[in-house]
């Protein structure tokens, strides 16, 4: 079963606005994960956040990481067209062994 | 470095045909994962092998999917017979052994099941 949500599942913006992804999860984790798909394509990783951490930044990407929520955001800041994708988060539980469990995606639209 | 190598492509086949898919992890990648992504879904792992050892295959429908990592390196993932709902793109990835390893994703095997 999938362990993350993300919300929203899509998101329509328009190029140079920021868009806001956001996903929640059940159980304790060692580190959280978030990656992107094109349209036909396999996964491609973005960023990675330890448990103990709270915000991650990589370019125009900023995660941050609540795990008394037990939740986590995706920003991407001035969005450009090639941004047009599917993301995902994807836990590794505590003693997972490696093991990802990935959400349902949020599908993002970046209009010219 | 090269990355993850996925054959075939594309493949459309029957209800109870058979169907095989390859993989080559990138070089020196302890761990090999094979995952089911379904349409508007996220991926969904079904086995995972540390070198040519399981380590988890507690989502694989082990009376129709059966996989192998011969030699710790490629893997093949089988599935007889197909039915309608396997209709999927199957993913493999592989990583570094250890924590906080990223995972890297082959192009994915579009799978159509008629």
């Known amino acids: 079963s999938q362990q993350g949500e993300e919300d929203p599942q899509a998101l329509s913006i328009q190029e140079g606005e920021n868009a806001t992804m956001n996903c929640s999860y059940k159980t304790s984790i060692n580190n959280l994960q978030w990656y992107r798909q094109n349209s036909g394509r396999g996964l491609v990783h973005l960023i990675l956040?330890?448990?103990?951490?709270r915000e991650k930044h990589s370019g125009r990407l900023r995660v941050t990481l609540d795990t008394s929520k037990k939740s986590s955001s995706l920003l991407i800041t001035a969005s450009r067209a090639a941004d047009t994708a599917s993301y995902f988060c994807a836990t590794e539980h505590l003693r997972g062994a490696q093991k990802l469990v990935f959400g349902q995606g949020t599908r993002l639209t970046i209009n010219p | 470095e090269a990355g993850v190598a996925q054959s075939p492509r594309y493949k459309i086949i029957e209800k109870r045909q058979s169907v095989a898919f390859w993989c080559n992890p990138i070089s020196g990648h302890a761990t090999l994962y094979w995952y089911q992504q379904i349409l508007g879904q996220g991926p969904k792992l079904l086995i995972q092998f540390q070198n040519n050892g399981v380590v988890d295959d507690s989502q694989l429908p082990k009376d129709r999917f059966s996989a192998e990592r011969l030699k710790g390196v490629d893997s093949t993932l089988k599935i007889q017979p197909a039915k309608l709902e396997d209709s999927a793109v199957y993913l493999c990835?592989?990583?570094?052994?250890?924590?906080?390893?990223?995972?890297?994703f082959g192009p994915g095997t579009r799978l159509t099941v008629l």
């Open positions: 990835a592989s990583s570094r052994w250890g924590n906080y390893n990223e995972q890297f």
């Open positions: 956040i330890r448990s103990n951490e």
